[in-house]
């Protein structure tokens, strides 16, 4: 079992952490932090550069900490708040990835969900640390916290899209 904690705490890490990293650098296929931040615009975001930092900077964050097994419960509940703000985004293309749907946030969720569930296993920070096993009550945190936060977000910052809305975007770029 801790052999297939170690591959599931690396692979969605580390595509977490890369998914960051495009946000805000011009690596991984990314498109600089203006590309990002004009990503969260065109996705009816408020906070330009901003936004973009902090979400970019959580991935990268939540997915080294997830791969390292490091502080296993907080880093999965960044993991969730974030994804669950990206699977907000495509929630109205349904849930397919073909169709740019939530599929692929909602499977790093889960996963992140399962790693604070089953902990990290013996080749973690954690494990290393003598930190495992964390209490139920700090799994029962990061599971509620984590995608409440990403709600939460979406709440705060996403402007409806209302008519009349692109001379406005266009101001909003200028304005950054």
Known sequence: MDNGLL?????VGLLIAGHGVQKVSFRLGGHGLAGGTEEFRH??????RLTALAAGGSQIGAGLFLAAGALTPAAAMAAMGVMTV?????WRNGLWVQN???????????A??????TGPGRWSADHALGLTPWPHWVQATALVVGPA??????????RPRTAGAEGRDSYARAAD
């Open 43 to 48: 996705d009816g975001f408020r906070g330009g």
């Open 86 to 90: 990206a699977g907000t985004v495509k």
């Open 112 to 117: 992140a969900a399962v790693l604070v569930l």
């Open 149 to 158: 936060s990403g709600l939460l977000t979406r709440a705060v910052l996403h």
């Open 7 to 11: 591959v599931l705490r690396l692979v």
């Open 100 to 110: 740019d749907g939530y599929e692929y946030p909602l499977v790093l969720v889960a």
